[in-house]
């Protein structure tokens, strides 16, 4: 039997860790030493240091957490996402909040139904790694005014085969700037946490881009 040495496969690099060890610095480990609220992530959404404001659009809301944030400082939010599901859920969730600032909406958001220059704040969380980059922004493009802000958080985890582009943080900056941008700051490392089941947690450092529509 001839072993080959697999250098692709989806594991090597998670088991490659183990020989040769864990630095001190390691991001997740320093992490774990000090608490982190799972919910950090879309608090800061509604953080009085980021500039959001007008009319918001949350695009791949899911159950709303995002958009419930961003309504505590926005005038007006649309939660938007392709699941009919999750949108039937956000709008319980803001049904026994009694939230009127916000409509839910299942919508694709590589073909966003809104007016041009209708949005003041766009967030993607989580969105860019599951469809064409290319194609969300395009979509953003026709509905975001001039000078709006394009806040896109993501970990870059693309498991999905949606997506053209693997992309990492210095791409999503560039292609951003050739698509109208400013981008304001370097890349970030943010905890995040998703259950998946009682065993089984995803442990996310995701990148926090805010851009500025230009032209």
Known sequence: ??????????????????????????????????????????????????????????????????????SRKLSYVFGIDLSFSFILEARKIMQNRTIDNI????????NLPFESNF??????????????????VSSVNGCIKKQGKFVIIDPYDFVD??????????????????????????????PWILKVNERCYLFYFVDFVVATKIN
């Not at 992490?31 to 609220?37: P, T």
């Not at 240091?49 to 695009?59: E, F, P, R």
């Not at 409509?103 to 590589?110: I, S």
């Not at 949005?119 to 969300?136: C, E, G, M, P, T």
Request: hydrophobic share 35%; aromatic share 12%; proline share 2%.
């Open 103 to 110: 409509e839910f909406v299942v919508a694709d958001a590589t």
């Open 119 to 136: 949005f003041q704040s766009v967030v993607a969380l989580n969105v860019i790694d599951r469809i064409d980059f290319y194609k969300l």
């Open 1 to 70: 039997m001839i072993v080959t040495k697999e250098e692709s496969g989806s594991w090597y690099d998670s088991y490659l860790h183990f020989r040769y060890g864990f630095p001190p610095e390691d991001r997740l480990l320093s992490s774990l030493k000090r608490e982190i609220k799972p919910d950090n992530i879309y608090k800061m959404l509604a953080d009085e240091n980021l500039c959001l404001d007008g009319i918001g659009l949350d695009v791949g809301c899911s159950i709303g957490s995002s958009t419930f944030e961003l």
């Open 161 to 190: 085969k949606n997506s053209k582009d693997k992309l990492d943080s210095i791409q999503v900056r560039r292609k951003l700037e050739s698509m109208g941008y400013n981008t304001e700051s370097g890349d970030s490392y943010i």
